[in-house]
């Protein structure tokens, strides 16, 4: 995967993420549901990077080598930490981990 292919990728995984969590967080504040926002990012964010690029590798014939296993989860990370935008998002999410 090179450098454009990867930026195109999370900026659309981005997009994507940003619009599901906000249909997510309205649902369960309908259900009166309590919820950490930045654990529903995280959840978020992992399954729609990592299952994209597994689309994507499916889609395009990529074959699943060592190294593009190991890009997959870096994706979803990626994702996950574009999606938090800040560093006093990213802290509280470890805080709210432990």
């Known amino acids: ?3 454009t292919t990867f930026l195109f990728l999370l900026m659309s995984f981005a997009v994507l993420t940003s ?12 259900q009166h549901i309590r919820y950490a926002s930045n654990i529903v990012v995280l959840i978020i964010a992992l399954i729609l990077g990592c299952g994209g690029t597994i ?3 499916t889609g395009s ?4 080598t060592p190294l ?3 890009y997959i989860p ?18 509280q999410a470890i805080e709210q981990l432990h």
Request: glycine fraction near 10%.
């Open 74 to 91: 870096l994706m979803g990370i990626a994702n996950w930490l574009g999606a938090m935008v800040g560093y006093d998002k990213v802290k």
């Open 19 to 30: 619009t599901v969590t906000e249909a997510v967080k309205k649902f369960l504040e309908e």
């Open 68 to 70: 593009n296993i190991i």
């Open 55 to 57: 689309l994507y590798y």
């Open 61 to 64: 014939g990529i074959p699943f």
């Open 1 to 3: 995967m090179n450098i």
